[in-house]
């Protein structure tokens, strides 16, 4: 987002101080040298020792611009000091309308995100109606009408303790200038049950959606070009309440193709509203994600491990009471546990406690990461298996499963094993490939998207054709 530079006063301390915000930056400015004496005493006088020893917390500044605008700032607490003056990084801003009969921010019903990827994750083509007409070959007139509508309903979500209505909507804007054009842009809207005053909870339910548009584009340089809020008047009317400023750091993606490979939400009913649930519950992993479309395509060692770990970490989500073990194997591990156990009763001291460190070890094997790949893929073999039949040029997509499985078992071991000197091979790749396909048809799975429509999103989101 592009934040204008501008100044105001702020509360740092007990106490009012002037500052400055420019480059993502505040910097607070003493009143006088007695005050600038006394910030650089205080700065000189700090234990950093004792912040060392604990995480950095996450403050709030709380301010007025030079607009009469109130502004919150969510920063790290700790300050860079230069020259007698306090510098903070700023991750999250809030300019806001400040409500007369608090002084403070307005309480928030909802909030709105505008974007490029917006765009194209809700699909606004409902609310707009156009023509053409020619004559006599050629052209004479253009109609559009944007048609007022409710905003569209795809579920809702539980959230601390408030429930989240999921909404699509659009918003317009034309300048009186003939010549202006006319702007349209998606809106996607959450909405909470009652209203909320609590800046760390908003700021925590951006981060939300945020999780959700890197899993529905399959990269992290996300762009909302605008976060506001809004309230309700008597009159039942949305009054927008403020903005929030994201500090964001990178290039954005700006090439049309790369903005449609997404995962839309206009066809997916109100089953995306249980994606929303798993990013809640911090159940929607997406730590392997690339930055940008160009990553997507380089399958580095470190890249390699990523997807591998991500799919151990969901495998444990979407299939929690499957059983994979045979029965044999619970019997020889029952037996090495009580052979252990017999040892653990005939010994003591510190004999007795390596007995019972093995047990313990013991007692966690459980199936191979092969295993659970290859139960994952017969599981999804329906969506995968033309995908399988064209990355790896064979007949029977099924006799890929096993080997596969097999090859990134060995991979993932060797590397968890501290193995540096590996040597991936072009079906690295593939298998590398065939794990994120099969991520995204294990999650859009368990939310409840049937198999013909989770083969049309992922051919849409890895262009597929």
Not at 131 to 159: A, H, I, P, Q, V
Not at 200 to 226: A, D, G, H, P, W
Request: aromatic share 14%; net charge positive.
């Amino acid at each position: 987002m592009i934040i204008d530079d501008f100044n105001g006063f702020l509360k740092f301390g007990k106490e009012t101080f002037p500052f400055s915000f420019s480059k993502n930056k505040i910097t607070i400015h003493p009143t006088t040298i007695d005050k600038w004496k006394e910030l650089y005493i205080e700065w000189f006088n700090k234990d950093f020792n004792e912040k060392r020893k604990k995480w950095l917390d996450k403050i709030i500044i709380d301010g007025i611009t030079d607009r009469h605008k109130g502004v919150k700032f969510l920063v790290t607490d700790n300050p860079r000091y230069f020259n007698g003056y306090y510098t903070y990084s700023v991750d999250f801003m809030y300019i806001y309308d400040i409500n007369p009969e608090t002084n403070d921010m307005y309480d928030v019903k909802g909030i709105r995100f505008k974007g490029l990827e917006i765009n194209y994750f809700y699909n606004v083509s409902d609310y707009i109606t156009s023509d053409l007409e020619t004559k006599n070959n050629s052209f004479d007139r253009f109609y559009l009408e944007l048609k007022s509508k409710k905003d569209k309903d795809f579920g809702n979500f539980r959230w601390h303790n408030y429930s989240v209505s999921i909404k699509g909507s659009f918003s317009w804007k034309k300048e009186n200038d003939t010549y202006g054009p006319l702007e349209i842009n998606s809106l996607l809207v959450l909405e909470l049950s009652r209203t909320c005053n609590d800046l760390k909870k908003l700021i925590e339910l951006i981060n939300i959606q945020k999780v959700i548009m890197f899993f529905s584009c399959y990269r992290t340089n996300i762009k909302f070009n605008e976060i506001n809020t809004y309230c309700y008047t008597k009159d039942k009317l949305r009054r927008q309440t403020g903005k929030f400023y994201i500090v964001d750091k990178g290039k954005f993606e700006e090439n049309k193709d790369v903005l449609k490979q997404i995962i839309t939400i206009n066809d997916t009913d109100k089953y995306y509203s249980k994606l929303y649930k798993l990013g809640v519950d911090n159940k929607l992993y997406t730590t392997h994600i690339c930055n940008n479309n160009y990553d997507r395509h380089l399958y580095t060692p470190a890249r390699i491990l990523s997807i591998v770990i991500a799919f151990e970490h969901s495998f444990k989500i979407f299939y929690p009471d499957v059983k994979i073990q045979s029965h044999e194997f619970d019997i020889a591990k029952n037996e090495i546990v009580n052979f252990i156990n017999d040892k653990i009763n005939q010994s003591t001291g510190k004999l007795k406690k390596k007995y019972k460190n093995i047990e313990h070890n013991i007692k966690k094997i459980d199936v191979s990461y092969g295993e659970c790949l290859k139960y994952a893929l017969n599981d999804n073999y329906v969506v995968l298996k033309d995908f399988i039949k064209k990355r790896y040029a064979v007949k029977n997509p099924k006799s890929i499963i096993s080997s596969c499985s097999e090859r990134v078992n060995t991979i993932r071991n060797q590397i968890a094993h501290g193995k540096l000197d590996l040597k991936y091979k072009p079906i690295n790749s593939n298998d590398t490939y065939l794990i994120e396909l099969l991520l995204y048809s294990m999650t859009l799975k368990y939310i409840g998207l049937d198999e013909e429509k989770i083969k049309e999103k992922i051919k849409c989101l890895f262009n597929i054709i």
